[in-house]
């Protein structure tokens, strides 16, 4: 099967989930595939692609591109496609993602195989696996026949890097005059440089246990702790009384998170929150409450108070880290 990989990038930095994207199109094909890129001066960020799986990038690099547009990169995604012809179209399930996927595959009158967990192919199938019911059920799903496409959840595959690779052909596209109706004029960055949770290793998220916003030291020390690959998550609850800011939430009407480790701090588990967090690889819950839903999807489970019980935790972390 013939892939295309859409690469996302932001200020010339290849995005994370993308070179999952890249990387699990390469393992299914069993050899290199091709991506395409757009933005404005990224021609070394696409020589590295090279290094993930990538044979030829088809490149789009122009000033009206240097923000996302779905007029402006779909017709990037658009172009390669024409030109390349694949079988099935990668793109990560990112906020870009989810915009610009169905947006493609209407226009191509593809299906869609939306936030796979798992995607193989069989024969001429391809066929996912993806969550439901707020991630309480899998569901095995196939495109029909023609052009397939697929976003992936972010942090579920795995990233391969060969340093030994060779540089891909670059391609450049030539769109022509773009009709970009909707434009974004500017990113306001209100994190500062904090790690985006949907790409951490580690969350560590606080909920109503917290007592307050004052609460969020001892858990930003904790974060702190774990290292350069943490973020901080939050509950639903908490973004709602106003003690943190919406970029944190957790759950299926914020962020959708994988990470290796996810330590939920106060939370109860309500079933919007397990579905935001519900496929963290190891997931290490901290609750009073022994009764909490939490701790049914809990790898592990701590029946504790957090406030002396955190910042001990980010004190042992600490000093096994410096060991």
């Known amino acids: 099967m013939k892939f295309l990989v859409f690469i996302e990038q932001r200020d010339g930095k290849i995005r994370k989930a993308s070179l999952e994207a890249l990387s699990l199109a390469a393992r299914l094909a069993g050899g290199p595939v091709s991506a395409v890129i757009a933005g404005k001066a990224i021609g070394e960020a696409a020589k590295e692609l090279g290094k993930f799986g990538a044979a030829k990038v088809y490149v789009a690099d122009r000033d009206d591109l240097a923000l996302y547009s779905n007029r402006g990169y779909g017709g990037a995604l658009q172009a390669a496609r024409e030109k390349e012809s694949p079988d099935a179209v990668l793109i990560a399930a990112t906020s870009m993602g989810k915009d610009l996927a169905p947006r493609f595959a209407a226009k191509n009158d593809a299906g869609v195989l939306a936030d796979v967990m798992d995607l193989r192919v069989e024969g001429d199938r391809l066929v996912g696996v993806r969550p439901v019911y707020s991630g309480k059920a899998r569901a095995t799903v196939e495109a029909a026949s023609g052009l397939r496409v697929a976003t992936t959840r972010p942090n579920v595959f795995p990233a391969e890097k060969n340093d030994g690779a060779a540089e891909p052909a670059i391609e450049a596209l030539d769109l022509g005059a773009l ?62 009384a106003g003690w943190i800011d919406h970029q944190y939430q957790v759950g299926q009407t914020g962020k959708v998170v994988s990470p290796t480790l996810y330590v939920a701090c106060g939370i109860s588990g309500a079933i919007q929150h397990l579905a935001g967090m519900g496929t963290s690889k190891v997931i290490v819950a901290i609750n009073k409450d022994a009764d909490a839903p939490i701790f049914k999807v809990a790898t592990y489970g701590v029946v504790a108070d957090l406030f002396p019980f955190v910042p001990e935790l980010a004190k042992a972390v600490r000093a096994i880290k410096s060991e």
């Open 179 to 240: 009709e970009i109706r909707a434009r974004v004029t500017g990113i306001t960055a209100s994190g500062g440089k904090e790690l985006d949770v949907t790409e951490a290793d580690v969350v560590v998220s606080g909920g109503r246990g917290i007592k307050g916003p004052e609460g969020w030291p001892i858990i930003r020390d904790l974060v702190d702790a774990m290292g350069s690959g943490a973020a901080l998550g939050a509950s639903r609850a908490v973004v709602d």
